[in-house]
T-cell receptor
């Protein structure tokens, strides 16, 4: 059983389009995250939800909108995609909010042309 | 700006040697520290965590924490080619901050 899953694995799209990435965890965790990993491999937090409530909202363009319909799901919708949005997006979850181990999904490689 | 800094490498060691990876963090409020391994094209996976000053050993891996110096390290004994990956150091507190990672290359 996959602990943290993401779809799609690859996403290639044109500038200006709107796209969504879905994430699901079956670990029973309370907290979920979205990270962006750029070409230099730097892993940067974007959003974090705890029990469906937004806890962390880093300096991310408002074209990015997360949504957590329940504790097990955290989706990311991106409007008006730009070239600079090309990166690998990782979803992760942890047991609780705070200094806990995070389990990562397989990543979604987004390429904006 | 709270930061976690690592030498980007690559760190190259021969098979069977000890690989030493280092990390410093700026936030004295950080409570927990993690080492994640990331193979190329894959997601990060946790290999060690440490909360208290001193050493913590798990198989071939030893994590070391010195809160006074704000320094975390990871030693990999008997390095294997399969250990070749990027190692991410992370400091946990209100939020977890990741370093940019150190690329390790173990030569057979």
């Amino acid at each position: 059983d996959t602990a943290v899953s993401q779809t799609p694995k690859y996403l290639v799209t044109q500038m200006g389009n709107d796209k969504s990435i879905k994430c699901e965890q079956n670990l029973g965790h309370d907290t979920m995250y979205w990270y962006k990993q750029d070409s230099k491999k730097f892993l940067k937090i974007m959003f974090s939800y705890n029990n469906k409530e937004l806890i962390i909202n880093e300096t991310v363009p408002n074209r990015f909108s997360p949504k957590s319909p329940d504790k097990a799901h955290l989706n990311l919708h991106i409007n008006s995609l730009e070239l600079g949005d090309s990166a690998v997006y990782f979803c992760a979850s942890s047991q609780e909010w705070g200094s806990y181990e995070q389990f990562f999904g397989p990543g979604t490689r987004l390429t904006v042309l | 700006q709270k930061e976690v800094e690592q030498n980007s490498g690559p760190l190259s060691v021969p098979e069977g040697a000890i690989a030493s990876l280092n990390c410093t963090y700026s936030d004295r409020g950080s409570q927990s520290f993690f080492w994640y391994r990331q193979y190329s094209g894959k997601s990060p996976e946790l290999i060690m965590f440490i909360y208290s000053n001193g050493d913590k050993e798990d198989g071939r891996f030893t994590a070391q924490l010195n809160k006074a110096s704000q320094y975390v390290s990871l030693l990999i004994r008997d390095s294997q080619p399969s250990d070749s990956a990027t190692y991410l150091c992370a400091a946990g507190g209100f939020k977890t901050i990741f370093g940019a990672g150190t690329r390790l290359f173990v030569k057979a």
